[in-house]
């Protein structure tokens, strides 16, 4: 339910988590991308997975104590959103 208010975030199998794959121009850009999400939520003390390559990261949230996706990972997956 909380998916289809996300875009292109979509349903990790029935883990109940979160995933989107974010893809930029080089290394530098997507570690600023990392950099600035690490900072975020560190904030929030809440923490994605996080899958670095050159030019893309595969971002993926859950919340283990809710046994898959909660509210909190829906509000910072929107809010990633906003840094790219």
């Given amino acids: 339910e909380h998916v289809r208010t996300l875009g292109d975030w979509s ?4 883990s109940g988590a979160l995933a989107k794959t974010f893809a930029f121009a ?24 996080l899958r670095v390559s050159y030019n893309r ?4 949230w859950s919340t283990h104590d809710a046994g898959g996706l909660s509210e909190k990972d829906v509000a910072l997956a929107k809010l990633i959103d906003s840094l790219v």
């Fill in 11 to 14: 349903a990790v199998d029935n």
């Fill in 57 to 60: 990261c595969v971002v993926t």
């Fill in 26 to 49: 080089d290394f530098h850009a997507t570690i600023g991308f990392v950099n600035a999400l690490a900072w975020m939520a560190n904030r929030e003390d809440h923490h994605p997975d």
